[in-house]
């Protein structure tokens, strides 16, 4: 273990910022591609029974009558026969109407997927969402400020910000799509990467009691990190292997939730080791200059 | 050489894997026990949507209009032949309706939300009944052939009805009675005679008997108490889901042989015992899944696969301990516990965490998001119990069963003094 992990922590705060920067610029850029979870609106999947184009699409939600429907409808053709038009919110009758017409046109219709989600429901949404992701914050600082101690359940929950924020602005910078499930896969990135710093954080809790008195916390620290290592990396290879296999063989539906989960899993893998030990060490030792200033003005 | 050790491996291998061969072999009755999991209308087509009760000043959405609504909807999706169907009421005016396996879920869902208010009226335009004059609707084929619906009327119906018909066939010619659902009209016959007995028919109309049938089960089911809008719907057809199914399935299987694999590279003997371990979890799982018949969504399937990353872990986190007081000169016996002991506060810490996000997630979560949560909760303490308590019993029946001589070379450490 010749390698100071802990001395070297400007290169990693420099690395992590390097990945989340820009995905912040461009989540104020642009924002995140919301999907209709968010948006509110009808999303039609089908298969007709002869291949088609997308202005030929195009044309039959032109004749349904529905002002603005065609111009404010974004049409995805994914094989010959296969389209995905995500629409504002429909009526049930209108987009029965729809799927009828289409039917009519192209010689038969499969629907394979149609959703609806009303603007209430992913106004609700976004408030839900937030406020969970609030919450599993808070609780976590309370745990680990019981278990540990505040400085550790700080440094976690930044740990934590890092990997939202690695994985909400890598989807930002590359417009992937988000849905509910994005929101259910960030808590479980969290959940996650807790998960590896609180096993780091227990290693060094049990080094702090058997250690000389003379050692220096970033040695300390820097033991306990090796310490660990192997099975951190363990582990995460372990969830890379299963969430490889969902990506390339697993179901298109969820591929965007297994992607962000993919993610979030190596980013938290990496803040754990690399942020939430050094930062604590970096509060650590503001506290005691602070603390030594004070005694010094007092004197 | 230990006898008592070697019998203990043996009968667990054969409790395991006729444990393995109830939950995933087919044949036999009530077996597999995988088949009792049901399937969500991801993976087997089907409808999910929510209703919102929109109240108007002469129809107020209240508790019991919503109960009302609540039974009415469950009688048209018995009619419609769905099994296991989900309908739950939401808040104070929403309703939650799943169907798995609907084959036409856009035309479901717009029987279901039909007011089905019926009308008959004269040709004053006067109501002459309604549908809560029904007792019984039944679609049928008349002697010419076309489906029609057989209504019976309760006594007070048939009380009404005979006075319009009586009125109608009073003058010349005689009068019609016009049949309204929903203010469209369905048909207009002219009244040929008095009819006491309480039996009407509608005609015209319908394109197939099953058309019929599908008045018939609105009739029957009532009327709808408030009008109801759709909130959020979701529809997957059959095809789509089986391939979701599949392809998670081998997606799955993949996944664990690369951590079987993996694991039995890198930590040797621990490794093989962790993987039956995962193997018993597996069981575990599964078991509980169809025990509390819990619905199998996609995003389940990957909770679950990700819970078994998280079983994994707490036997690496223990096993990196166990190699380490193996490494400081201890004996297997001794260092399986020490290794269990010191690595316990870890697994504990962090799973407790993981328990608590699980938490929140199902706090705030809605329906899919709640699932996924329960299937990480459950994973979650399960691989507790088998990293803590059978991994490590496992291990000291390897270890003492004195099959392999060279112990630690065999538990991954390299050079053991």
Do not use: C
């Amino acid at each position: 273990m010749g390698f100071n992990l802990i001395r070297a922590r400007r290169y990693w705060y420099a690395l992590s910022l390097l990945v989340i920067i820009p995905g912040v610029i461009a989540l104020f850029l642009h924002g995140l591609n919301l999907g209709i979870d968010f948006t509110g609106g009808n999303v039609l999947e089908a298969n007709l029974g002869q291949p088609a184009t997308v202005a030929q699409v195009r044309d039959v939600l032109d004749a349904q009558g529905i002002a603005g429907l065609a111009v404010n409808s974004q049409i995805q053709q994914s094989s010959p026969t296969y389209f995905v038009i995500r629409m504002p919110v429909l009526t049930e009758d209108q987009s029965n109407a729809l799927i009828g017409a289409l039917g009519k046109k192209f010689g038969g219709v499969t629907v394979e997927q149609n959703q609806k989600v009303g603007p209430q429901i992913s106004g609700e949404l976004i408030q839900r969402a937030f406020l969970s992701i609030l919450a599993a914050a808070v609780l976590i600082v309370i745990w680990v400020t019981i278990r540990f101690e505040f400085l550790q359940g700080l440094a976690a929950v930044i740990a934590l910000l890092h990997d939202t924020l690695v994985v909400t602005g890598l989807f930002a910078l590359f417009r992937i799509q988000v849905d509910s499930s994005f929101v259910a896969a960030l808590l479980t990135i969290i959940g996650y990467s807790i998960n590896d710093t609180i096993v780091i954080f227990d290693r060094i809790r049990e080094n702090r009691k058997n250690v000389s008195r003379g050692t220096e916390l970033e040695d300390l620290v820097n033991l306990s990190l090796w310490q660990t290592i192997a099975r951190s990396i363990n582990t995460v290879l372990t969830v890379i292997f299963v969430l490889t296999a969902l990506l390339l063989v697993g179901g298109t539906t969820i591929k965007a939730m297994v992607l962000a989960l993919l993610i979030g899993v190596i980013s938290g893998g990496y803040s754990s080791i690399f942020n939430a030990s050094p930062l604590w060490v970096d509060f650590k030792l503001w506290e005691r200059r602070r603390r030594v200033r004070r005694a010094q003005e007092a004197a | 050489m230990d006898g008592k050790r070697i019998l203990q491996m043996v009968v667990t291998l054969i409790i395991v894997a006729a444990a393995a061969v109830a939950v995933f072999a087919p044949a036999a009755p009530g077996l597999p026990v995988i088949k009792d999991i049901p399937l969500g209308l991801d993976l087997q087509g089907g409808v999910h949507v929510v209703l919102q009760a929109v109240g108007t000043p002469e129809a107020p959405v209240t508790p019991d209009s919503m109960k009302r609504v609540q039974a009415i909807i469950a009688n048209r999706v018995n009619g419609l032949g769905v099994s296991e169907p989900v309908i739950q009421l939401q808040g104070s005016d929403r309703l939650l309706v799943d169907l798995a396996g609907v084959k036409n879920p856009d035309q479901v869902i717009g029987t279901l939300i039909k007011p089905a208010f019926l009308e008959f009226k004269n040709e004053a335009g006067q109501d002459v009944l309604t549908g809560a004059d029904l007792q019984d609707a039944q679609e049928s084929t008349s002697p010419g052939g076309e489906p029609v619906v057989d209504l019976t009327l309760t006594a007070a119906g048939a009380k009404k009805f005979d006075a319009a018909t009586k009125a109608a066939v009073a003058v010349t010619p005689h009068q019609t009675i016009a049949i309204y659902l929903d203010g469209k009209l369905l048909s207009k016959p002219r009244v040929d005679e008095e009819i006491p007995n309480g039996k009407a028919e509608i005609h015209g109309g319908f394109a197939t008997l099953q058309d019929a049938h599908n008045l018939a089960v609105l009739l029957r089911s009532g009327a709808l108490p408030v009008k109801l809008s759709v909130l959020e719907s979701r529809t997957v057809g059959p095809t789509l889901g089986a391939d979701s199914l599949s392809r998670s399935i081998r997606a799955g299987i993949v996944g664990v042989i690369a951590i079987f694999l993996f694991m039995l590279l890198y930590y040797r003997m621990p490794g093989l015992v962790a993987d039956f371990a995962l193997i018993i979890y597996t069981l575990i799982m599964v078991g509980i899944f169809a025990a509390l018949r819990v619905t199998l969504t996609l995003p389940d399937i990957a909770g679950f696969l990700l819970s078994v990353g998280i079983a994994v872990d707490a036997n690496v986190i223990i096993f990196e301990r166990f190699r380490e007081e193996l490494r400081s000169g201890r004996s297997v016996r001794s260092a399986i516990d020490a290794g269990f002991k010191r690595g316990f506060t870890a697994v504990f810490d962090s799973n407790a965490t993981t328990l608590i996000v699980a938490a929140v997630l199902y706090y705030f979560g809605t329906g899919e998001v709640k699932g996924f949560a329960v299937t990480l909760g459950l994973g979650i303490l399960v691989s507790l119990f088998t990293a803590v308590v059978i991994t490590r019993w496992l291990l000291h029946v390897t270890a003492e069963a004195g099959l392999v001589k060279n112990n630690k070379i065999f538990f991954g450490v390299e050079g053991g003094r």
